[in-house]
């Protein structure tokens, strides 16, 4: 006879169990806003803030919000010298660091894919290990900024996100002569539109008064980057940012260049951004100007990518009602949850009356009644498995045949299968260690993936009768999804069959 327990093993919920048993196990998905805190954010903001420069040797970032590096000593707007480097020059700082990508001297062509940190001796190179390869005003070092750790959240069904990132980035010009800073940027997205804004911090230069230096005020949430066709997905957004096209409106800004806008490419960075580089001496490093520059102002791609844990797709219900048969199957429902990458009670065994037993004695068993179990606790360990724990629902084996020769349960669990039927992975990595309440019934541990209970493998037996009052069996689950095994985030389900056999 085949009775249905089901078994649901949740992340966050409590064990239920019902008879007739599925294995499930959820793997987050997404739908709702979910919350991000490992969100980076990569840009190499522009050729030009990896060029070489006309004077003063290049351009280049720097990790972290530069302190006053000319006015300590009292001087004006000077080239940068070795001990500035040594104090002044950072490749990491807090959730900050900024990398270059590798060079091919054979082909004089960089390998964007392969970034190693940016070293003040080689910032006037095309190579980031090699300083024969001189930088040109039309040649870039593609230095890059990273930041790490952003905190936020996303919403992939409604296109929408807000992250926020920790950390500072300087951009120097004409080898130290004029620089400045941004300062935890923040995206926000909407309608297929992102912002990113941030604070603007710096010092004021002049190319015709070199003695100028002043302290610049701040602006606070100002645009630096605008984007369009924005798709919020799983693992990151996809835009295009904006330059070609953005007007800057100079009518505030007299002696500001005036805006080119007649060659093809002509464009601006943000008006905030542009505004701001007025005070520094950098302003038509920003836009079109009509010199042959201009190309090298494009801005570049900003990268943001992140892991969103995605709420999961939603599994059957599973419920038994705890009925009373002879010998034959039970079905338990599982279901647990596999984290993006870093109770367990059992339902009671109610106490229902047992059918009097015949003259002759009779064999019975159920499982009981519940709404399915939770292997609660699902997290990675330290060697990337996934693990979760549980309980199977109690097993109540009555034996009063005066004649009885024994009985077994034992139980095998079939792959585990996501909802969209797409993912799975091997019930191997389920495993039990039954229990009764009785010496000498409880079968052996069976071990995760050794083999698991893929393989049939016993719950308990006796060689004799045990009475009206019945034995109770139950068994800790213990989930180990092995790390190459693990699969998408999502909701998995096993079938679980018990089958009992009276002899």
Known sequence: MKNTVKRFISGAAGLALAAGAFLGLAVPAQAAPVTVDDATFH?????????????????????????????????????????????????AEGNVTITRPTFDPETKTHNF?????????????????????????????????????????????????????????????????????????????????????ARLSGYGASMQDLTKWTKLDDANNATIATLSNVVVTENGIESTIDYEGVEFDSSAYPDATPQDRSKEGWGSFPQDWVEFNIGTGQSSYWYSSGGAADPRKKAEPITINYTAQIPAEPLPECSVDGSVGADGDANICVDTEIPVQPGEEPGEDPDDPVVPPAPTGEFRWKVAENNGVVLGGSAYNEGGNVTATGELPTVTVIDTRSNSGGWSVSGVASDFTAASGTESFGAAALGWAPQANAEGIAAGVVEPNNPGLANTAQLGSSLGATGEAGVQLKAALNLNVLK???????????????TTIAQ
């Open 484 to 498: 190459d095994n693990v699969p998408k985030p999502g909701n998995y389900r096993s079938t679980l069959t018990l």
């Open 113 to 197: 894919d392969e970034q190693v940190p940016a070293t003040w001796e080689f910032r006037n190179s095309q190579s980031p290990t090699d300083a024969s390869f001189a930088l040109r005003p039309y040649l870039a070092s593609w230095n890059q900024v990273n930041i790490a750790n952003g905190t936020g959240w996303v919403d992939p069904a409604a296109g929408t996100a807000e992250i926020q990132w920790t950390g500072s980035f300087s951009l120097v010009f004409y080898g130290g002569m004029t620089y400045w800073s941004v300062n935890d940027p923040k995206l926000t997205v909407q309608d297929g539109k992102g912002v990113v804004t």
């Open 43 to 91: 840009w190499q903001v522009n050729r030009e803030a990896g060029s070489g420069a006309y004077f003063g040797g290049s351009n280049w970032l720097v990790a972290g919000e530069l302190p006053d590096v000319h006015g300590v000593v009292g001087r004006g707007a000077t080239v940068w010298s070795d001990e500035d480097g040594a104090k002044y020059y950072k490749a």
